[in-house]
């Protein structure tokens, strides 16, 4: 079994996949020329990326399926970070769309020069760990998470690849952007997509018409995106991810308590997330406004 120094390097105290990233790749993206037109989804890792990947390219095609039928997610919105996006950048069309992972201190200083815009995804940290460790069970460029109790304890450490979830949120919570940056949760998204399609559309300002908005969201459902082979990673090599161990497409579910164990891990992370000042990531809503009471839901929707 590889060990954690093998799979992983390190990068400004942020532990990163060798397999994915390198020192090339991330001196690549520091010096990235970000444009004033360009559009970045951030997530932390397991939040909702492969599903911004899919409804990215919609929005600002104006509803034109091509690129999600033709091209794979990774090379459509590629990833800031990431080596594949030095081999893909020149077939990139403005406005150009991306995705990372990367807390906002990390990002380039071309960014905060530009009036590039960002979309960031936040999801209840309860499922981001539960998507998590089923993910490190599949990929194999990820450390093997052990026990679903041993992962636990690493999540919250922030021993994991891109560091703390709550390090990550606060970071871009904090940023300063303005009228740049739409915050929205996966669980909105969840429940009224086409809703959430339109903050987005109206955010890049790209007036869809309702026929397109929901022609979208059929194209971005869960059962859509499953059946697509350009998005379901079902073309990725078994030896980087194996898809018997865990589907990479795997529920997208709300948070539900169901046994005594579920209830157990419910009140540490809510207890958690409290402590960090995070109690509006534990309800869902419309617009972002709080329930009265917190995720109880079950629903579906791509990782």
């Not at 790749?25 to 020329?33: C, I, N, P």
């Not at 869809?208 to 082979?229: G, P, R, T, W, Y």
């Not at 958690?272 to 709080?290: A, I, K, P, Y």
């Amino acid at each position: 079994m590889p060990s954690s120094e093998e799979l992983y390097l390190e990068y400004q105290g942020l532990l990163l996949p060798r397999e994915t990233h390198s020192a090339e790749s991330l001196k690549f993206a520091q010096e990235f020329a970000l444009k004033d037109d360009d559009v970045l989804a951030v997530t932390y890792p397991k939040s909702g990326t492969i599903w911004m990947q899919e409804i990215l390219p919609l929005v600002l095609s104006g509803g034109d399926l091509t690129p999600v039928q033709t091209v794979v997610n990774w090379d459509r919105v590629p990833w800031l970070e990431e080596k594949r996006l030095a081999q893909v950048v020149d077939k990139l069309v403005s406005p150009r769309a991306l995705v990372t992972h990367f807390q906002y201190s990390f990002m380039p200083p071309s960014f905060r020069t530009s009036k590039a815009k960002v979309i960031y995804v936040l999801r209840n940290p309860k499922d981001v760990l539960v998507s998590s460790y089923y993910f490190h069970q599949m990929a194999a460029f990820l450390e093997d998470p052990g026990t679903f109790d041993e992962f636990m304890e690493i999540f919250l450490d922030g021993r994991v690849v891109f560091g703390k979830w709550t390090d990550h949120v606060k970071s871009w919570k904090n940023a300063e952007l303005g009228d740049r940056i739409l915050f929205i949760t996966y669980e909105e998204m969840v429940q009224d997509l086409p809703a959430s399609i339109r903050r987005i559309s109206d955010f890049l300002r790209r007036n869809l018409s309702e026929d397109v908005i929901h022609k979208i969201a059929e194209n971005c459902s869960f059962q859509s995106m499953k059946a697509n082979a350009m998005s379901n990673f079902s073309l990725c090599p078994k030896e980087y991810m194996d898809s018997d161990k865990s589907p990479f497409l795997r529920k997208g579910e709300f948070f539900t308590c169901l046994t005594t164990d579920d209830m157990r891990f419910a009140v540490l992370l809510t207890s958690w997330c409290l402590f960090h000042s995070f109690t509006d990531v534990l309800f869902c809503g419309r617009d972002r406004r709080r329930l009265e009471k917190p995720l109880q839901l079950r629903a579906t929707g791509p990782i």
